[in-house]
Nanobody, 123 residues
């Protein structure tokens, strides 16, 4: 099982960009599907983006498609989420997650989670 640590969150103005990072430790990172989810206070955690073990296939939530890009560097055991044209509704705690169940948007398929990084977008 991998251990995940997110970083790179912060405060950004609407229209700005931010890249958040998830560093993984443990064995066989390259065999895991990786994903980002987010959660705001009082709401359910929601899917943002996922990437296959090779990086060749990605999924996005409709709300971020065209603005966010998920990528990974298996040599560095790291996954990234580049967020452009940020909107106030993107404000949330962003969580990194790992799965061996195949590429998915379903939270229950992801067994390893980080502690989250806060992203705040001001209007």
């Amino acid at each position: 099982q991998v251990q995940l640590v997110e970083s790179g969150g912060g405060l950004v103005q609407a229209g700005g960009s931010l890249r958040i990072t998830c560093a993984a430790s443990g064995r066989d990172f390259s065999t895991y599907v990786m994903a980002w989810f987010r959660q705001t206070t009082g709401k359910e955690r929601e899917f943002v983006a996922a990437i296959s073990w090779s990086g060749g296939t990605t999924y996005y939530a409709d709300s971020v498609k065209g603005r966010f890009t998920i990528s990974r560097d298996n040599a560095k055991n790291t996954v990234y989420l580049q967020m452009n044209n940020l909107k106030p509704e993107d404000t949330a705690v962003y969580y990194c997650a790992a799965s061996r169940n195949g590429l998915s948007r379903v939270e229950a398929n992801f067994r390893s989670w980080g502690q989250g990084t806060h992203v705040t977008v001001s209007s």
